[in-house]
Nanobody
Framework: QVQLVESGGGLVQAGGSLRLSCAASRTFGINTMGWCRQATGKQRELVAGITRGGSTNYADSAKGRFTASRDNAKNAVYLKMNSLKPEDTAVYYC??????????WGQGTQVTVSS
């Protein structure tokens, strides 16, 4: 089992920035850490992922605006979001994938971008 706790969400005006943080109970055995989001009435979608070695991948909507980072020593993953848009409004979930193919998600943190 891996417990994940997100923080850093909130209300921000369009064009603003937020930094999400996620603390994991462990990173041993975890390959990929990242973020996904779910807007009201929409399916959950990948936002960003980062491997243990630091390789990243982003959704097209996040490229150039969001940056994922990871601190294995702190069992943490972060998402810096710049130039936020109203369409970025969603619940953001931290997610991890172990080497065994097990997936875990946090409880989510709300991000609301006002126009």
């Amino acid at each position: 089992q891996v417990q994940l706790v997100e923080s850093g969400g909130g209300l921000v005006q369009a064009g603003g920035s937020l930094r999400l943080s996620c603390a994991a109970s462990r990173t041993f055995g975890i390959n990929t850490m990242g973020w996904c989001r779910q807007a009201t009435g929409k399916q959950r979608e990948l936002v960003a992922g980062i491997t243990r070695g630091g390789s990243t991948n982003y959704a097209d909507s996040a490229k150039g605006r969001f940056t994922a980072s990871r601190d294995n020593a702190k069992n943490a993953v972060y998402l810096k979001m710049n130039s936020l848009k109203p369409e970025d409004t969603a619940v953001y979930y931290c997610d991890v994938m172990t080497g065994k193919g097990e997936g875990y998600w946090g409880q989510g943190t709300q991000v609301t971008v006002s126009s």
